[in-house]
């Protein structure tokens, strides 16, 4: 954590303060409060209860010392009439004719605007979106981004990028090599980043300036000139900032900003790619919800790092310990935040986290929610069993997430499984976070599941229901030699098999369907199927534990979309989720 304890130091004090909206508070001495607004106030004994709700500055007026003021609203955003189902979607999986080898923003909203007006979904759950590194290898995980802020610009559907019908000619080869890769259901991302940059390199050299790109670099001010001076010192060094030279590992350094004025064109060229994934982005938006997915963390060598270097914890990561489905616990390889370092910053890097999150957002899924209690830090070098708990201060935490969830209005889903501390889903449940109940883990029947909550069948780290189904996922697993607990996945076979009234020659179908008439009967606000579970997949997006043994991230679904939305079984599995939610009126 940088702190000597040997010499007796300790951690310096931040200076942070968290109200609730309508409270007040005693003052030492006279002071000086700046509103978010740059409305100045004098204040003398006590704050005023009805401050806004925001982050505001408290200086004495006797000294320098400001304080971080944050009024908070208390809860998140969660409407009391809320109930809906949607599908649970890994974007890079849905291909149709016109994806050049994954899934894109245009099939998101194709398949979007399909499942709202002819299935009556409610919200579409989404993977994780974040930039990786810019150069090859492509990273595949979409938990292991270089940033949080920015997105994947593979994600692009490159004809709808202005400009390029008066490319076209320049780009039919790439457009005609991308769609081949569609005949390999294993996903290449190193083949499409090189065809997809070449073809938008193309219609770069056409850009002649937008209005609302201006506006767009402007809105995104610093965070979004460190990330594109990131992305070509990346290019530049073929890879992340701990490989650099020294004089370029700080951002703050005066090498960086040489590099950044001989290199403008190419920071424009990254920040019109994150111009036009906003405005795609957007546009799937409008046609339904959107629940994005936000990483406990990010890549070390990545962008994000970069920038926030002196508030990560040093040779550690975060993971899990061990658990019932996951014998050797977890590692992630993410470095987490020193607690002291981020509050002595305001939190400032999460508010921009939270924030990018719900940009065109109708709701946010914050994987591994116990990361806002504590987080499980393992030493480099060691295992997981080597680890330990490192505590963070909640209340303000949840204090800010409850700003963004409610100026966003944007519903919030913990992501708590796994190893859970007694006390902090009923701490989340009084902020208005829906906890995450899966068929799979709950020993209690979906009647008894608690209102406020999204639950599922299962998440992209678990076995498919076919998968668990005909055994496939136990064999996978065991041929992978991940040493798993066969007597328990056997077990939720078997609760699955009396619960849903199944026989054990019941096909995998049948199983599905079943698996979901049993979801539906959930009090829950939100459910959610997966495409991979309606299409009846045994293979489960990914498998913990690997990483070269097998395609992780990298499967796509075995039909294009264009087959997918005349699936009758599909339809089947939807019906049975609309029934349940009544008319499946949108809501956020």
């Given amino acids: 954590m940088g702190v000597d304890t040997e010499a007796g130091a300790v951690p ?26 740059g ?113 994947n610009p593979l994600y692009l559907r490159v004809e709808e990028v202005p400009g390029a019908a008066e490319a076209r000619v320049a780009l039919d080869k790439l457009a005609v ?23 938008l390199e193309k219609i770069w050299t056409r850009f002649r300036g937008n209005p609302a790109f201006d506006r767009f670099r402007a809105e995104q001010g610093k965070p979004l000139d460190q990330f594109v001076t990131f992305c070509v010192l990346a ?32 920071l424009r060229f990254h920040q019109w790619l994150q111009w036009l994934l906003d405005e795609q982005l957007a546009r799937a938006s409008k046609e339904l919800p959107l629940m994005l997915d936000l990483p406990i963390g990010v890549d070390p060598t990545g962008a994000d790092a970069w920038a926030w270097q002196d508030m990560l914890a040093q040779r550690v990561t975060v993971g899990a310990p061990p658990d019932e489905y996951n014998t050797l616990g977890q590692n992630w390889g993410l470095p987490p935040f020193v607690p002291h370092k981020l509050r002595a910053a305001a939190y400032e890097p999460f508010r ?49 997430l409850a700003i963004e969830s409610q100026r966003a209005k944007a519903v919030i889903v913990g992501e708590d499984l796994g190893t859970v501390e007694k006390g902090v889903r009923s701490r989340l449940h009084r902020h208005g976070i829906l906890s995450y109940r899966l068929l799979w883990f709950e020993k209690q029947p979906p009647e008894h599941y608690p209102p406020q909550a999204l639950a599922a069948v ?87 534990g690997t990483k070269t043994r097998w395609p992780n991230w990298s499967i796509a679904l075995p039909q294009p979309l264009e087959v997918i939305k005349r699936d009758q079984f599909l339809r089947k599995v939807a019906k049975v989720m609309l029934n349940r939610t009544g008319s499946g009126q949108r809501r956020r």
């Fill in 235 to 266: 290019e530049h060094h073929d890879g992340g900032w701990r490989r650099w030279p020294a004089r370029f590992r700080r951002p703050d350094s005066a090498a960086v900003r040489q590099f950044a004025a001989e290199h403008e064109r190419r």
């Fill in 12 to 37: 310096p004090a931040a200076c942070v303060r968290v109200l609730r909206a309508g409270q007040t508070q005693r003052l030492v001495r006279p002071s000086e409060l700046t509103l978010e607004d």
């Fill in 39 to 151: 409305t100045v106030l004098r204040v003398n004994r006590h704050l005023p209860s009805d401050l806004p709700i925001g982050y505001h500055t408290l200086r004495a007026l006797d000294g320098n010392s400001a304080v971080c003021l944050i009024v908070s609203p208390g809860r998140c955003h969660l409407p009391e009439n809320l109930k809906a189902w949607g599908w649970a979607l890994q974007l890079y999986a849905l291909r149709s004719g016109q994806s050049w080898g994954m899934g894109d923003l245009a099939d998101l909203r194709t398949f979007a605007r399909w499942s709202g007006r002819e299935l009556g979904a409610g919200f579409i759950l989404l993977n994780p979106i974040g930039a990786p590194l810019p150069v090859m290898p492509q990273e595949a995980s979409p938990y292991f981004p270089s940033s949080r802020l920015y997105r």
């Fill in 458 to 544: 299962t998440t992209h780290d678990l076995f498919t229901i076919a998968g668990l189904w005909t055994g496939r996922d136990l064999e996978t697993q065991e041929q992978l030699g991940l040493h798993p607990n066969v007597p328990a996945t056997l077990a939720i076979r078997r609760r699955l098999r009396r619960s849903a009234g199944l026989s054990d020659s019941a096909s995998p179908r049948e199983a599905v369907l079943r698996a979901h008439r049993l979801l539906a009967r959930a009090p829950c606000k939100l459910l959610t199927a997966t495409l991979d579970d309606a299409l009846a997949i045994e293979e489960r997006p990914n498998t913990p």
């Fill in 177 to 199: 090599a991308g769609r081949a890769l569609n005949g390999d259901r294993i996903i290449c991302r190193d083949a499409i980043f090189r065809l997809k940059m070449a073809a």
């Fill in 352 to 400: 921009q986290t939270i924030r990018a999150a719900l940009r065109h957002a109708g709701g946010l899924r914050i994987d591994h929610v116990m990361g806002l209690f504590r987080l499980f830090w393992i030493p480099h070098g060691g295992q997981p069993r080597d680890g330990t708990y490192v505590r963070y201060l909640t209340a303000e935490l949840l204090a800010l």
